[in-house]
């Protein structure tokens, strides 16, 4: 995981030139010779509609409507706002109307999906997201100098996330992982470094020790990953490998977590939030990532604490957790009907310039590296939580069509029916095999 570190280290340039090739299935390596967002210059439909936008070619300004989807904090803060009236103040060639709609990165494969023509040109979505988009024919391939812009200035690992069989889909614009927030008045550094200990830390009655959130599957898996289990192998991208939750190792898993689950101490989502908690100090510690950041700092102020997700011990051995690590990226719709406007959109969101404005605004940390190497994000302590969960206690999360098709319903369910005591320590076994075939058959 250390390669994650070089995320945050300094490249050195910046291009801002943009176009793109198709979607999957296109000639991609003819975008090799664009030059400018101008140069359509491929034989796809997706540069087709670009060209025949008439702006480039004629020199006139072309009407155009951009539909842009964006998670609420975004429009928010004024980012999105702020980000449209300076592109369209950069492209002249274009009279653009804007249509700002909100789809939070983890529901934006669910809606393009629903209708690919009538979703956003740009949106953006989570990089786990993209096998079933590039699968669907959803998602443009981009070349050209966008392409050249991300690979010279994101790290090659972070770039993985945005790939395809060795094709670039999207732009990269921040790390997309979880760590630990906890409260400074409960708990301490000695604390934190393991469950048990949090768990085992003496509060007042009416304080939780920890908040459980399996959001879906996303933070339920650090507790298996983290014992050494997977899915379809370490890389997540074998199949013939199968899933190996059902084990004896996976037993005892479960059985910690229903422990967990069922521990008094232990607050659980959607029964109470945890801005309520955290507001009257009534929570010690519970996983988030950055996005979440300003709210918890308005409520605790110096009080709040950040770490990286602690060790646990289900079986007499402890094992760090890992959590899921992906990106944020910006994609483009492959039936878009103003690609080269929308290609140059997404490239100028996720230019140096916006991933630090982002940075500034909603405390969401760069990939772009020289942006991550500014002395503010340097002497950020979030930014530098962020790094060491990648680096540490992290793995990369499995992205293909069939896990991301599987996985968030199947696993979603498991903490679900431990609440509902659905699964039990007598039948644990029966529902990992159960889990097990969903999942393979």
Not at 59 to 80: F, H, R, S, Y
Not at 188 to 198: N, Q, R, Y
Not at 378 to 403: G, I
Request: proline share 3%; aromatic share 10%; hydrophobic share 40%.
């Amino acid at each position: 995981m250390k390669r994650f570190l070089v995320a945050l280290l300094m490249a050195a340039m910046t291009v801002t030139a943009v176009t793109g090739c198709g979607s999957k299935g296109g000639d991609s390596a003819k975008g090799d010779s664009q030059t400018g967002a101008a140069d359509a210059g491929t034989e796809t439909k997706e540069s087709e509609a670009a060209d025949n936008s008439g702006a480039a070619a004629t020199g006139e300004t072309a009407d155009i409507t951009l539909k842009v989807w964006c998670p609420q904090n975004q429009v928010d803060t004024g980012i999105m706002d702020e980000q449209q009236k300076a592109f369209a103040a950069e492209h002249p060639e274009y009279n653009i109307t804007w249509v700002t709609e909100i789809v939070g990165e983890d529901k934006c494969q669910e809606s393009v999906l629903k209708d690919v023509g009538a979703a956003a040109d740009v949106f953006l979505f989570a990089s786990d997201q993209l096998p079933s988009l590039v699968e669907a024919g959803a998602i443009a391939r981009l070349g050209g100098t966008t392409e050249e812009m991300v690979k010279s200035t994101i790290a090659e690992s972070v770039v993985a996330t945005a790939m395809v069989d060795d094709a670039l889909y999207a732009i990269p614009f921040t790390h997309n992982t979880f760590f630990m927030y906890y409260d400074k008045t409960i708990l301490d550094d000695a604390d934190i470094t393991s469950l048990e200990k949090i768990m085992a830390k003496e509060t007042a009655d009416n304080v939780y020790n920890f908040y459980f959130e399996s959001a879906g599957g996303w933070k339920l898996g650090c507790y298996y990953y983290g014992a050494g289990l997977s899915i379809f192998g370490p890389d997540g991208s074998d199949l013939a490998a199968g899933v190996d939750w059902n084990s004896e190792k996976g037993v005892a898993v479960t059985n910690y977590l229903i422990d967990l689950i069922n521990n008094p101490k232990c607050a659980y989502d959607g029964e109470i939030s945890v801005s309520e908690l955290a507001g009257d100090h009534r929570i010690g510690a519970w996983f988030d990532g950055s996005w979440n950041y300003d709210l918890y700092k308005d409520i605790l102020g110096d009080d709040l604490g950040m770490a990286i997700i602690p060790t646990f011990n289900p079986d007499g051995t402890d094992y760090q957790l890992l959590g899921f690590y992906g990106s944020k990226c910006i994609g483009v719709n492959a039936q878009s009907k103003n690609m080269q406007a929308a290609v140059a959109f997404a490239a100028y969101l996720g230019n140096e310039e916006n991933q630090v404005l982002r940075y500034e605004k909603s405390a969401q940390v760069p990939a772009n590296m020289a942006a991550g190497e500014s002395e503010a994000v340097k002497a950020d302590p979030l930014a530098t939580v962020l790094v060491e969960e990648a680096n540490k206690a992290s793995v990369a999360q499995p992205a293909n069509a069939t896990f991301s098709s599987r996985y968030w319903t199947y696993a979603g369910a498991i903490p679900t029916e431990i609440r509902s005591k659905e699964i039990t320590k007598d039948n644990v076994q029966e529902k990992l095999d159960a889990f097990v075939t969903a999942m393979t058959q």
